[in-house]
């Protein structure tokens, strides 16, 4: 219940910094949720008391929103992308870009990795994406075409075009 409340915020947080974006990139996800687009929120979003970038993916096919917050520390940067099917964490070190199980330190926040959601397969799949210290904007495009696949996907996730 936590969690579900400290998600709306975010969405809620999300939506009201929709007004202030700016498009990063555009592709395709090659899954029934179609293409995607993210866009960069000007506003930075409170985490773990540091203010950190955020992005929106949203996909051509499904009113789902996904929300990337980009966390650096002296080593790494992690991303963590929320939506409301599945919370999960990629890496970015010096030594791979890949997914992850959503942090011990960010389950302190309310976030969790809701293993009911996610498609097992496509995660070890996905732990280990390619080389590491790869750019935030390319990391997060790469996400955003990656991410459909972490999803267990059912009828009432996408829509069809009319």
Avoid: H, W
């Avoid at 915020?9 to 939506?15: R, S």
């Avoid at 990139?25 to 293409?35: A, C, D, F, P, R």
């Avoid at 520390?73 to 599945?86: A, G, I, T």
């Avoid at 590491?132 to 069809?160: C, H, S, V, Y």
């Amino acid at each position: 219940m936590k969690r579900m409340i400290l998600f709306a915020v975010l969405v809620l947080a999300a939506g009201t910094f929709s007004f202030g974006t700016k498009l990063i990139g555009e592709g395709k996800t090659y899954t029934s949720l179609g293409n995607y687009r993210v866009e960069a929120i000007d506003s930075p979003v409170p985490l773990k008391g540091a203010d950190c970038q955020a992005y929106v993916i949203k996909y051509e096919n499904t009113p789902m929103e996904v929300t990337v917050i980009v966390c650096r520390d002296q080593k790494d940067q992690k991303y963590l992308v929320l939506s409301d099917r599945l919370s999960v964490q990629y890496v970015n070190n010096a030594q791979y870009f890949g997914v992850e199980m959503v942090d011990k330190s960010f389950e302190k926040e309310g976030y969790k990795t809701d293993n009911s959601g996610l498609n097992k397969i496509a995660y070890f799949r996905q732990k280990v994406i390619g080389p590491g210290q790869m750019r935030e904007k390319d990391a997060t495009r790469t996400i955003a075409a990656f991410f459909p696949f972490l999803l267990r996907t059912d009828e009432n996730m996408t829509a069809e075009k009319q």
